[in-house]
């Protein structure tokens, strides 16, 4: 599986971007799908999840502010980012896993879980 991020750019504080990631090689209908982060000097840290049957996870930092979706026909995942603050500013990677659990709810939050990555998109904000 082949992921690769777009949508990153500049952006003012309180605008709004929109990331994609297409996945290529086979279909992710099936895989949970992440959003993680990592700015300068940072881990890179959880942003947002979506599992196959729909179910979303949220960083605290950015609930309410980000929406996470899916577009299994496309086999492409979204992020959609309002309000952004300059603490957003990051690149910002797109992230899959095979295996789905009900057993361990906090999985998706995991970076070690996924087993595919893109290689990321730039997302700066200006205050």
């Known amino acids: 599986v082949q992921l690769v991020e777009s949508g990153g750019g500049l952006v003012q504080a309180g605008g709004s971007l929109r990331l994609s990631c297409a996945a290529s090689?086979?279909?992710?209908?099936?895989?949970?799908m992440g959003w993680f982060r990592q700015a300068p000097g940072k881990e890179r840290e959880f942003v947002a999840a979506?599992?196959?049957?729909?179910?979303?996870y949220y960083a605290d930092s950015v609930k309410g502010r980000f929406t996470i979706s899916r577009d299994n026909a496309k086999n492409t995942m979204y992020l959609q980012m309002n309000s952004l603050k300059p603490e957003d500013a990051a690149v910002y990677y797109c992230?899959?896993?095979?295996?789905?659990?009900?057993?361990?709810?906090?999985?998706?939050?995991?970076?070690?879980?996924?087993?595919?990555w893109g290689q990321g998109t730039q997302v700066a904000v200006s205050s």
């Open positions: 992230a899959a896993d095979r295996l789905y659990t009900a057993y361990d709810p906090d999985r998706p939050r995991r970076a070690g879980a996924y087993d595919y």
């Open positions: 090689g086979r279909t992710v209908a099936a895989y949970t």
């Open positions: 979506i599992t196959w049957g729909g179910g979303t």
